[in-house]
């Protein structure tokens, strides 16, 4: 069954590194999103990104937060300048339309020291 | 605003018990409602979705859950538990904008 991946499983780094976390949604996916899960606290929204371009962003996805679709099966989040608060769970999902399900990947926990 | 309350941050239950985890949504429309589970150092897995129809959905691992629009919850249910179950549950309601909108979670913790 296809499923989405994430890479690295654990990415420890400083506070004001950049960091890049990458996925592979489903290939026929035409949908993506990112979320986070700060530990010990909700799943919060951060983006989603279709036909190339942002669809919608949450208040947390400040300036330091970008995403790509570098080519046709990678989508990344970089983070330019982290902070020990973005230290948390990342994950990534996507959805073919017209489904309404997301598919998520396994996560990246990002450490921030 | 949208939102997803689950009320038990934690729930405790024997093996083979009966469990059932509450969760109670906010939204002016029909709502789309899923859950899922996150087992330890695991992502998120869908267990079942509520779209329309009929108000019993069932799920993978003998899940199911009841929508009730009167009661604005759609609560999920196990007729007997595993010590696999043991993990975090999430509710969640996708919005107007198609996402999800996340309870915080009720941890299942399962005494042999």
């Known amino acids: 069954e296809p499923e989405v991946t994430q890479t690295p499983s654990h990415q420890v780094t400083q506070m004001g590194q950049e960091v890049i976390l990458r996925c592979v949604p489903i290939?026929?996916?035409?949908?993506f999103y990112w979320y986070r899960q700060i530990l010990g606290q909700k799943v919060e929204f951060l983006v989603s990104?279709?036909?190339?371009?942002?669809?919608?962003k949450s208040e947390i996805f400040d300036d330091q937060f970008s995403v790509e679709r570098p080519d046709g099966s990678n989508f990344t989040l970089k983070i330019r300048s982290t902070k020990l608060e973005d230290s948390a769970m990342y994950f990534c999902?996507?959805?073919?339309?017209?489904?309404?399900?997301?598919?998520f990947g396994p996560g990246t926990r990002l450490t921030v020291t | 605003a949208q939102s997803v309350t689950q009320p038990d941050i934690h729930i405790t239950v024997s093996e083979g018990a009966s469990l059932e985890l509450r969760c109670n949504y906010s939204?002016?429309?029909?709502?789309?409602l899923f859950w899922y589970v996150q087992s330890p150092g695991q992502g998120l897995q869908l267990l079942l979705k509520?779209?329309?129809?009929d108000t019993l959905v069932q799920g993978i691992k003998g899940f199911e859950a009841e929508f009730k629009r009167s009661q604005s919850s759609f609560n999920l249910r196990k007729p007997s538990v595993h010590w696999s179950d043991a993990a975090e549950y999430f509710c969640?309601?996708?919005?107007?904008?198609?996402?999800?909108?996340w309870g915080a979670g009720t941890k299942l913790i399962i005494k042999p």
């Open positions: 990104f279709y036909n190339n371009e942002i669809s919608e």
């Open positions: 509520y779209f329309s129809g």
């Open positions: 969640a309601v996708l919005d107007s904008n198609y996402q999800l909108i």
């Open positions: 939204y002016g429309a029909t709502p789309y």
């Open positions: 290939s026929n996916h035409l949908y």
């Open positions: 999902a996507s959805k073919d339309s017209p489904s309404y399900e997301q598919y």
